[in-house]
């Protein structure tokens, strides 16, 4: 494959994106105000080649968590903006990735069976599946929405490659990050790019130095509880401790702080550093991220693990060579 271009505007995404993908356009501005003549330049099209779009809007509009309050979210309706584009330039395939909620929003939000209906309206041939990336190599128990269209014929999802019925057991946490030096709570690694560890508080790192690998916040001590603890038992994974030997839970934009999910270090008293989260969403060390932590973790957070981008991308090739 070949990258042609990339949309966004969020402008430190976009500065990660011109540097990793150095021969491809990149239009910094909200997709909404976009026209779809404007791409016709930046798309070039040769006759025997066969043009993808990839596209999703933000998953939090569509989590589980945050179903309620963001029922008024407009980031919503930016997966209807994909089909201004599609109804212009025709690509031969599309791909959208997201979380399982999605197709599971309120009717009134039923955003996503829309664009469905509309694809297959222009003559595509249109599935959907829920994925484990952890089947394609990811180091991750991450649930996505897979979305494969064609208008070239049928349409095939790739078969797992790790776990049960294959020759590969599903990837853990150590085979990822386990070579990377160790650093402190607040520290970044003078030679490893984007090996930089959110700060702690001293109870907080009182806390995870009372956290087993694999813990929770139910191996605390009692004076190291919180009270909005004591009679909830649901979210469970906070403030949690990832195993060595196992797949990581799914990352989200907030995955390098210790409080919002299962984010700390398998041996080290702190949260995984952006580089580490990185290597669990299967970037490759090379791969340089920019902007503030917070920018970051949300990049990280938002990709498509590059194995499950790279495991459908190899379907979408091969799919090309059947036309």
């Given at each position: 494959?070949?990258?042609?271009?990339?949309?966004?505007?969020?402008?430190?995404?976009?500065?990660?994106?011109?540097?990793?993908?150095?021969?491809?356009?990149?239009?910094?501005?909200?997709?909404?105000?976009?026209?779809?003549?404007?791409?016709?330049?930046?798309?070039?099209?040769?006759?025997?080649?066969?043009?993808?779009?990839?596209?999703?809007?933000?998953?939090?509009?569509?989590?589980?968590?945050?179903r309620e309050q963001r029922?008024?979210?407009?980031?919503?309706?930016?997966?209807?903006?994909?089909?201004?584009?599609?109804?212009?330039?025709?690509?031969?395939?599309?791909?959208?990735?997201?979380?399982?909620?999605?197709?599971?929003?309120?009717?009134?939000?039923?955003?996503?069976?829309?664009?469905?209906?509309?694809?297959?309206?222009?003559?595509?041939?249109?599935?959907?599946?829920?994925?484990?990336?952890?089947?394609?190599?990811?180091?991750?128990?991450?649930?996505?929405?897979?979305?494969?269209?064609?208008?070239?014929?049928?349409?095939?999802?790739?078969?797992?490659?790790?776990?049960?019925?294959?020759?590969?057991?599903?990837?853990?946490?150590?085979?990822?990050?386990?070579?990377?030096?160790?650093?402190?709570?607040?520290?970044?690694?003078?030679?490893?790019?984007?090996?930089?560890?959110?700060?702690?508080?001293?109870?907080?790192?009182?806390?995870?130095?009372?956290?087993?690998?694999?813990?929770?916040?139910?191996?605390?001590?009692r004076r190291l509880r919180?009270?909005?603890?004591?009679?909830?038992?649901?979210?469970?994974?906070?403030?949690?401790?990832?195993?060595?030997?196992?797949?990581?839970?799914?990352?989200?934009?907030?995955?390098?702080?210790?409080?919002?999910?299962?984010?700390?270090?398998?041996?080290?008293?702190?949260?995984?550093?952006?580089?580490?989260?990185?290597?669990?969403?299967?970037?490759?060390?090379?791969?340089?991220?920019?902007?503030?932590?917070?920018?970051?973790?949300?990049?990280?957070?938002?990709?498509?693990?590059?194995?499950?981008?790279?495991?459908?991308?190899?379907?979408?090739?091969?799919m090309a060579s059947r036309?």
């Amino acid at each position: 494959m070949q990258i042609a271009l990339g949309i966004d505007c969020d402008v430190a995404a976009a500065k990660t994106y011109v540097e990793n993908f150095p021969e491809a356009k990149f239009i910094c501005k909200d997709i909404r105000r976009i026209s779809t003549r404007s791409l016709d330049e930046k798309i070039i099209r040769r006759p025997g080649e066969f043009l993808l779009f990839a596209a999703c809007a933000p998953c939090q509009p569509f989590s589980k968590q945050r179903r309620e309050q963001r029922r008024n979210d407009l980031r919503a309706t930016l997966l209807g903006q994909v089909l201004r584009f599609i109804r212009r330039h025709k690509p031969h395939f599309v791909f959208f990735e997201n979380v399982p909620g999605m197709q599971n929003a309120p009717q009134e939000e039923r955003i996503f069976h829309r664009v469905v209906q509309r694809l297959q309206a222009m003559g595509y041939i249109v599935e959907s599946r829920i994925v484990e990336s952890r089947v394609y190599g990811v180091p991750q128990r991450r649930r996505r929405l897979a979305v494969m269209a064609s208008r070239m014929g049928s349409v095939s999802f790739p078969k797992p490659t790790h776990g049960p019925g294959t020759r590969k057991a599903f990837s853990t946490v150590w085979e990822w990050i386990g070579d990377l030096p160790p650093i402190g709570a607040g520290q970044s690694h003078p030679r490893v790019p984007n090996h930089r560890a959110a700060g702690l508080s001293a109870l907080n790192s009182r806390r995870i130095a009372a956290t087993p690998p694999g813990g929770s916040r139910a191996d605390w001590p009692r004076r190291l509880r919180l009270r909005c603890h004591d009679e909830y038992r649901g979210h469970s994974d906070v403030y949690g401790r990832m195993r060595k030997a196992a797949p990581a839970s799914g990352l989200t934009t907030r995955c390098i702080s210790l409080s919002n999910g299962r984010f700390g270090h398998p041996t080290q008293n702190r949260a995984i550093s952006v580089r580490e989260a990185a290597s669990l969403q299967t970037f490759d060390r090379s791969f340089i991220f920019h902007g503030n932590l917070t920018s970051m973790a949300r990049q990280v957070g938002n990709a498509v693990p590059v194995f499950l981008a790279r495991a459908f991308g190899r379907e979408f090739v091969a799919m090309a060579s059947r036309c």
